[in-house]
């Protein structure tokens, strides 16, 4: 990426399947790219549904604010009704990608799958958000080799070039809101983080490792998202159903920007 990431924090909504109307989304866009327009430290992603983008696209101006999709498939081009491929994506200006997200796995999407999509965005210079997480939390620590797997499997084979366009948001599942079985503290966080950034070095090497921004991906809002960031050593969030909640995406924006950063 070619921000510093000690110094720009990553603050990403992912609306899923909403709103249900142009007018809506463009309403919200703007609620979004004011807030990114203010907060100097913050890097500001709104990842739409497909039919949205190219609408959105229109009115970026500037850097602070930029287009992300949900997903992608792994082809530039061809009999492959339904899906959008890489080049489709970043012909609108779209940036960034979310693969591998945990809905996306739930209906069926494989490690192998994910890891094609992966490559393939990466290819096209797509900054690619890598989803990783587990269904539930263990005591005896199982969920840190599942975590390891997805990592691994994901990102078998992608030349080490393309790291630096690389960014990994872990999303306990257990904590997210549709599905909350408690709740994930970011000294948790911290111990995962360490986790996944040893996991990296291992597979492109420390060097380019430390550099590869680590999102929390669980249920953060405007009170959390500062105690994670500061203790919990994320260099940003995946916002999902908060995201949707113009004045508190605000508020999340703004807590990310004033948030200390060491």
């Known amino acids: 990426m070619a921000t510093d990431k000690r110094i720009k924090r990553l603050i990403v909504a992912n609306w899923k399947m909403n709103p249900s109307s142009k007018i809506d989304a463009m309403k919200m866009f703007g609620e979004a790219r004011k807030a990114g327009a203010r907060a100097t430290r913050v890097q500001t992603v709104v990842c739409a549904p497909f039919p949205f983008l190219s609408a959105m696209a229109l009115e970026i ?68 958000i890598l989803c990783v997480g587990e269904r539930a939390r263990d005591d005896e620590g199982n969920y840190f080799s599942l975590v390891k797997q997805q990592l691994e499997e994901c990102l078998r084979d992608i030349p080490r070039r393309y790291f630096l366009n690389l960014c990994v948001a872990y999303e306990p599942i257990w904590a997210i809101s549709t599905h909350a079985s408690g709740v994930e503290s970011p000294e948790d966080m911290l111990q995962m983080g360490i986790f996944i950034r040893k996991t990296l070095g291992a597979i492109c090497g420390k060097d380019l490792a430390v550099k590869v921004p680590i999102l929390y991906g669980g249920s953060v809002d405007e009170k959390s998202i500062a105690g994670f960031i500061e203790r919990g050593g994320v260099d940003g969030a995946l916002v999902g159903k908060a995201s949707l909640l113009p004045e508190t995406f605000t508020q999340i924006i703004k807590s990310a920007n004033e948030s200390k950063i060491d």
């Open 61 to 128: 101006t500037g850097h602070r604010t930029a287009l992300g999709a949900q997903d992608c498939f792994y082809e530039r081009s061809g009999a492959y009704t339904g899906e959008v491929s890489p080049s489709q994506l970043s012909s609108l200006g779209v940036r960034f990608v979310i693969l591998g997200h945990s809905e996306r796995r739930e209906m069926g999407e494989s490690n192998e799958l994910v890891s094609r999509k992966v490559a393939a965005a990466l290819k096209e210079g797509l900054i690619v």
